[in-house]
């Protein structure tokens, strides 16, 4: 079996006097591609915040590449390979694309290596190299995730944690996110991938976990959980 790369354990987080995560367990081994999905308050943007260091947990433990990260800094993981895109995507509005790519591998010092990735985001991302000089904040929404999936992937991640990539975005950009979230697992990278569209993201995941009200309800393997009734009932609409 893979390595498991991250591991929480009963995480529980609270805002004020009011539990938004309630006892999470989940893991992602090394090369999965994992969906975690769930309706708009379960807690699911909550519990990426605090894998990453951006919010205390109250209680559990988090470990990634077998030690636990509890207490650690975000800017501590990103140099250990932990990177979150958020949600609402924080790109550098007023730099160019390239720009915000260079800030993306600024923990680096190999200029060959930046430039070398550089040139492989546009590869991934074309859009991009066609608008390398403008400025960030003249993009669409969906021109803004790509570059905020690029500049993340500049940090060379071992685990990269995506949360609502898709919202906000018209069908034909959720298509090509979706597509490119798929390219870049297939490439090695492993995924957390937090997600609204649960239909989407169960097609492309090897395995996922339904949140409901702060904790996991289910898991399973993503294709088997699209036709299980439940799901599909309370999640895919049907």
Partial sequence: MAQTLLKVSGLKVAYGGIKAVKGVDLEVRENELVTLIGSNGAGKTTTMKAVTGTLAMEAGDIEYLGKSI????SWDLVREGLVMVPEGRGVFTRMTITENLQMGAYIRSDKAGIAADIERMFTIFPRLRER????AGTMSGGEQQML????ALMSQPKVLLLDEPSMGLSPIMVD???EVVRDVAAQGVTILLVEQNARRALQIADRGYVMDSGEITMNGIGK?????PKVRAAYLGE
């Fill in 70 to 73: 509890k207490g650690k800094g």
């Fill in 132 to 135: 390398k000089d403008q400025l």
């Fill in 148 to 151: 905020a999936m690029g500049r």
């Fill in 176 to 178: 090509k996110i979706f």
């Fill in 224 to 228: 088997d959980m699209l036709d299980d």
